[in-house]
């Protein structure tokens, strides 16, 4: 099906791979992160209705306030396992239990230069003290992870001593942490097989991204036998971050063919809801969830997109898939193709001619730096072609009139010709906008609907007259959808014009049946 192919990797066909989200923990230490209790709770629905399968709520024993936060996630009655982070402390673990969590996250530094410089202890006192904090939280009857920090830069022995004495504990599940990111995919790959070649538990991995390879590293880790992953929203997380989630799950699932219990169709939504509380920029051109992950501007590849979407996209990912949308952005790239398919959907019918010469101007606004959005090419298209609708317009706007002030109803009234008939109607409005927008709707049948889904009022020119673009979106009960915009200085008539263009517009595509 696909010629000559990478996908010899869908060894992973059929299994299952455990999600384990890290966004409310490591991707909080974020530096500059700072997430409220109530933002915390907010993205924690979220990860739940997208799927994942342990939610890491954050370190309970740190403080107060993060005491609260994650007893109040792990009560909020969530299908995932909340978890809680410890040290090999017991009051750690004992925070963790009070907070109600139903899974346990203990951890300890096992490299040489981490043991000396920060926890202090000797190999036989940290082997106990896990043996401890495991036992003790096996014996309060919730699920136990066991991580040995840095392990990517641990003697081979001493994790494989560790490992085997939490094994011996009852743990439940051992973490191989890649604290600093060093590792690479081939030698993480028999580094984390070896490991799970002597024990008898899910192994989970944690990849730090300092030299970008967190997410192959982890996928390497799955191939060599690890079933549970642990990543964060949009790659957050200390220094560079960890492994990036979505682009971990879609990795496993388009190109591995593995199972998560993610619906990835929230993957955008999710995304989207970290940038805006954690106030962390998703890149666009981020994988999965950028603006441009699925956007295409030169002209070779929007044509084959147009053609046949897996031209130029992976096909065994969809922008559907992941809750996207495709777009063909228009540009100096352009070809001649995409522009006729965009006036097409805006229900214009040009000449070879007049394409020729909207592309012209659309490639002369793409030299000077600008994108040309449906709109200004809308707008383009209507001075080439001249007015489309101009001899058969359903609506010829004819007066308006607004009254306002601080003591009345923002009133408006407007007199038009619908389809021949003189009509004269009010309405009433929040605002002078409002108020002459709802005027103009009642001009319309009863049995035809349209609402606004796009309104934007910019100011090109500064001062007290500057003069006022609007721009409108309406969408009638067909789900079409269509825009126009007016520059005016009277922000009513602008207003007013660019919702009669929008609907003379849309009552050509239904008189048309488009
Ligand atoms: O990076 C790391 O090693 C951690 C541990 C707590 C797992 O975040
Ligand atoms: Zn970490």
Redo the contacts with the bound molecule.
Sequence with gaps: MWGIVFYDVRSLVGEQVRIFD?TL??GE?TPGVSLTPDEKLMIARQLDKLGVNVIEAGFPVSSKGEFDSVRQIARAGLNCQVCG?SRIVKKDAQACLDADVGMV?V?VPTSDIQIAHTIKLSHDEIVAGAVETVEFVKENGRTCLF?A???TRTSPEFLHRIFKAVEGAHCDII?I????GVAVPSSFYRFVKDICDRVNMVVDV?C?NDFGLAVANSLAAVEAGAREV?VCVNGL??RAG?ANLAETVMSLHAIYGARTSIKTEYLVETARLVERLSEVKISMTAPIVGENAFSHESGIHSHGVIENSKTFEPGIMTPEMVGHKRRIVLGKHTGRHAVAKFLEEGGFEPTEEQLSEILARVKDLGDKGKQVASIDLQTIADVVIGDVAKGSQAVVLKEVSVMTGNIITPTATVRAMVRGKEKVLASTGVGPVDAAVNAVQRLLDSDTSIHLCDFRIEAITGGADALAEVVIGVEDDKGRKVSAKSAREDIVMASVEALVSAINRLMLLEESGR
């Design positions: 890290t923990r490591d230490q982070l996250h951890f991580s920090m840095d392990a973490n942490p890649d604290t600093v944690h730090h642990q997380g200390e960890n």
